[in-house]
Structure formats: structure tokens, C-alpha cells
């Protein structure tokens, strides 16, 4: 997929220069990587949720066409607005298709483990992504696991997963992906009615108990 992103230089620095293009549906940008300097740049908002919408999401490698050159980008940091979810700025950086770089991909789990089927327990994701090294060209989507097999308490780690080739897992093998625990037990048994308290009455100070005692004892 050869996806080709329009872009211009930015003028007008500041806060207020960057809401006026927010507001026309553009976005402020940075351009930087290796033997470059860093190039403010203006992108369509567009665009760029487009390429978010991908499977390959921040992962997508894809062209900036500034002035008369085109660089192969990706997508290195978003600012969003966490009230609104607008898109405020993006850091894209230049890549070398034949530099490894390292980038964060998506755990996806296949199957019903038979802990969960059979046994009574649930699966508890410990971790949904982990960081590979490889060429741009064979970033992974995703990575499948199959966690059909897993019993009760037992984990599956990194260490565990098939790799396609050219990826090397940078991630620690030992990492737990995913576990299967045990449900909480509930601390009464349901239906269990708890005992009723036995509310004892108060005790009366014993120079009352006395006084109260001679008044009503009859006069000789």
C-alpha cells in the first residue's frame, strides 16, 4: 500500500496559529529522523485519521510529500485532546527501509483455553503488546497466540510465541502474555443467611441497681 500524504511548511508558530489550523481541519506537524533537521509541517486532519483507521495503525509507514521531496514516515507520537478527542499535533519521524527500527505490535489470542471451557477459571491478559526489531517492510500487524491449551494457573509467555522471520522479539522472553486464574471466592456461601448479633442489654451501675432496691422494699 503506497499511501502518499500532502503537506506544507508551517508559518505561524504559537498556540493561536495552531487552533486557526485545527479549525480549517488541518493539523500542526513535526518532521525529524536521522540526517534531517527537524521540519514544522502542516498535514490534513484527514489524512492522518485515516492512516489511525488502518490495521496497522501508528505502525503504517507511509510518504510526506514536502515541497518537491517525498520521505517514508511513521507515525512516532500523537497529542490528543483527552476531553475531546481532537487531534492537536503529530510527530512524524523519516525511516530507512533498510534500517531495522523498533517499533510496539498487538498481542491477539486464538482459541478457548480449556482452564476457562472445563475448569471454571477465566483468563486474565497480563500484556497486549510487545516491542520487535525488524526491517520496515515486515513490521507485523499483529502477533497471534493460541491459548486453547492452558489449563488453570498456567501462563503463556513470549518465549512461547511463534515468530515470522526477519522479527526478532525485543521484549523479555519471560514476560507473561496471558494467564488463567482461579474466580475470587466469595466469603459467605450463597444463600447463607448470616447469623442474627444478640444484643445484650446495658448493665445498670450497681449504686443505682442499689438505690433502686431499697425504694422498693415495703417499710417495717
Known sequence: ???????????????????????????????????????????????????????????TIFKVAVDADAYDVMI???????????????????????????????????????????????????????????????IPESLSIDISELHIQQAFKIEGMAIPAGVKIVTDPATVLVLISLPHKEEEFPGEKPEEAVVEEPKEPEVIKKERTEKEEPEK
Open 1 to 59: 500500500m503506497n499511501i502518499v500524504v500532502k503537506s506544507e511548511k508551517r508559518q505561524g508558530l504559537g498556540s493561536n496559529a495552531a487552533r486557526r489550523l485545527r479549525a480549517q481541519g488541518f493539523v500542526p506537524a513535526v518532521l525529524y529522523g536521522e540526517s534531517m533537521d527537524s521540519a514544522p509541517l502542516v498535514l490534513s486532519k484527514k489524512d492522518i485519521v485515516q492512516i489511525l483507521k488502518l490495521e496497522s495503525g501508528e505502525n
Open 76 to 138: 512516532k507520537d500523537l497529542q490528543v485532546d483527552p476531553a475531546s478527542d481532537e487531534l492537536l499535533h503529530v510527530d512524524l519521524i523519516r525511516i530507512s527501509m533498510d534500517k531495522p527500527i523498533r517499533v510496539t505490535v498487538p498481542v491477539v489470542h486464538r482459541g478457548e483455553p480449556i482452564g476457562v471451557k472445563t475448569e471454571g477459571g477465566f483468563v486474565d491478559f497480563i500484556t497486549r503488546e510487545v516491542e520487535v526489531e525488524c526491517l520496515p517492510r515486515d
